[in-house]
């Protein structure tokens, strides 16, 4: 009798541990304080009907017992195993999550600035920041070195770690749309040469007048676009840093206009694609700011020499 007693105490013991547990862990994670309150009152309950058996001498009623196991039960299945909280992207991260392309061949723009010289639109998905951004005229005569150097331009000093990075480069051909211009993630890609981006923009063929076109990707996802590229001249790499993307951007066009214009006076052809060996006269330069495949702003100017 005395063995049985002491085995009966034990079994008790281990259930009135796991209940307090389960409680434990459920009010640490949903933190239900009523329905916490109600359990414990329960289990208080069920602990002193159990010492009062147990003082008497006498085995556990089985409706205790199920009582107590339901408790238990209970507790545990509504007890979800924590999870970490899903990681959220910032704004210039969304991946085209609203529909701009009006099935005219024209991305609707939500307003068109002008800003020295070169015109702006800006798009849904355009952040404050983007909104603020000014943007200096091109300057190719400052940007005769690649920006991926220091430079000083009218005593003003451009680290080469606001700028960009000199990563890849190649020529480009596709005489027909179905190629994919692949811009990476937190990267830029250049274009100079004549072109077609369906929705987005293009440049064929006009005069003597050549054209670059910069596609600068702030999102954490890679873009394919689809595109037409004749007889073009294209490289990428990496901008160090996006508060300085204004800058970066500028230095960029810049030096792919003193190229195209020849400024350094080349006797190669350096027409890129004006068909002039002298190079081009006049350049149309558009850079392009997306976030994957939603574009977010765009903008356009021309230099002459």
Same mark, same amino acid.
């Given at each position: 009798?005395? %063995?049985?007693?002491?085995?009966?105490?034990?079994?008790?013991?281990?259930?009135?541990?796991?209940? /307090?547990?389960?409680?434990?862990?459920?009010?640490?994670?949903?933190?239900?304080?009523?329905?916490?309150?109600?359990?414990?009152?329960?289990?208080?309950?069920?602990?002193?009907? /159990?010492?009062?058996?147990?003082?008497?001498?006498?085995?556990?009623?089985?409706?205790?017992?199920?009582?107590?196991?339901?408790?238990?039960?209970?507790?545990?299945?509504?007890?979800?195993?924590?999870?970490?909280?899903?990681?959220?992207?910032?704004?210039?991260?969304?991946?085209?999550?609203?529909?701009?392309?009006?099935?005219?061949?024209?991305?609707?723009?939500?307003?068109?600035?002008?800003?020295?010289?070169?015109?702006?639109?800006?798009?849904?998905?355009?952040?404050?920041?983007?909104?603020?951004? !000014?943007?200096?005229?091109?300057?190719?005569?400052?940007?005769?070195?690649?920006?991926?150097?220091?430079?000083?331009?009218?005593? !003003? /000093?451009?680290?080469?770690?606001?700028?960009?990075?000199?990563?890849?480069?190649?020529?480009?051909?596709?005489?027909?749309?179905?190629?994919?211009?692949?811009?990476?993630?937190?990267?830029?890609?250049?274009?100079?040469?004549?072109?077609?981006?369906?929705?987005?923009?293009?440049?064929?063929? !006009?005069?003597?007048?050549?054209?670059?076109?910069?596609? /600068?990707?702030?999102?954490?996802?890679?873009?394919?676009?689809?595109? %037409?590229?004749?007889?073009?001249?294209?490289?990428?790499?990496?901008?160090?840093?996006?508060?300085?993307?204004?800058?970066?951007?500028?230095?960029?066009?810049?030096?792919?206009?003193?190229?195209?214009?020849?400024?350094?006076?080349?006797?190669?052809?350096?027409?890129?694609?004006?068909?002039?060996?002298?190079?081009?006269?006049?350049?149309?330069?558009?850079?392009?700011?997306?976030?994957?495949?939603?574009?977010?702003? !765009?903008?356009?100017?021309?230099?002459?020499?």
């Amino acid at each position: 009798m005395f %063995l049985k007693m002491w085995i009966t105490r034990f079994w008790i013991f281990l259930i009135i541990l796991a209940l /307090v547990a389960g409680v434990a862990v459920w009010a640490v994670f949903f933190k239900p304080s009523q329905a916490v309150a109600e359990v414990m009152e329960v289990a208080k309950v069920v602990e002193r009907v /159990v010492t009062v058996e147990v003082e008497k001498k006498v085995e556990v009623p089985k409706e205790v017992t199920r009582v107590v196991e339901k408790i238990v039960k209970e507790t545990v299945v509504v007890t979800p195993v924590p999870t970490l909280p899903s990681l959220k992207e910032s704004a210039s991260s969304l991946v085209a999550a609203t529909t701009q392309v009006t099935g005219t061949g024209q991305i609707t723009a939500t307003s068109v600035v002008t800003q020295g010289a070169w015109t702006i639109s800006y798009f849904p998905g355009s952040t404050q920041e983007m909104l603020d951004w !000014k943007f200096q005229d091109p300057n190719p005569k400052a940007w005769s070195i690649f920006p991926n150097v220091t430079n000083t331009v009218a005593s !003003k /000093v451009y680290p080469a770690a606001w700028l960009l990075e000199y990563g890849q480069d190649t020529d480009f051909t596709c005489q027909s749309v179905g190629c994919f211009f692949v811009v990476p993630a937190g990267e830029y890609r250049m274009f100079s040469g004549d072109y077609a981006f369906p929705e987005i923009d293009q440049w064929l063929a !006009k005069d003597d007048t050549g054209s670059a076109i910069m596609f /600068v990707n702030v999102g954490n996802q890679t873009a394919e676009w689809e595109a %037409l590229l004749k007889r073009g001249f294209t490289y990428r790499g990496r901008y160090w840093w996006g508060e300085h993307l204004p800058e970066a951007v500028w230095a960029g066009m810049s030096h792919a206009a003193y190229r195209m214009l020849n400024l350094s006076g080349e006797t190669a052809n350096a027409g890129a694609n004006c068909s002039n060996r002298d190079g081009c006269p006049r350049v149309r330069l558009t850079f392009v700011i997306v976030s994957g495949h939603e574009i977010l702003m !765009k903008a356009t100017a021309f230099v002459s020499r």
